[in-house]
């Protein structure tokens, strides 16, 4: 997987799901996005347009993606 084909944009849960990360189930991402709320360098990854529409940023995703399988093969 490439960075390259993962747009910089934000997308809802399900439009991350269904577009990009089809092998996701969505109680995974909602894990991965409490994970990402309490680290400081990828909180910013996750807006909030409304209380109930988190909106997710698919080329930051991917790179907490990469982090997080770099932290856990050191």
Do not use: H, W
């Not at 490439?2 to 809802?12: C, K, R």
């Not at 439009?15 to 991965?32: A, C, G, H, R, S």
């Not at 698919?58 to 990469?66: A, E, H, P, S, T």
């Amino acid at each position: 997987m490439d960075i390259n084909n993962f747009p910089d944009i934000l997308v809802s849960k399900k439009q991350l799901i269904d577009n990009y990360f089809p092998v996701f189930k969505m109680k995974t991402l909602e894990k991965y996005m409490t994970a990402i709320k309490k680290d400081d360098d990828f909180k910013c990854i996750i807006t909030y347009g409304s209380s109930r529409m988190p909106m997710i940023n698919v080329k930051g995703f991917f790179l907490y993606l990469q982090n997080r399988q770099n932290k856990m093969y050191k």
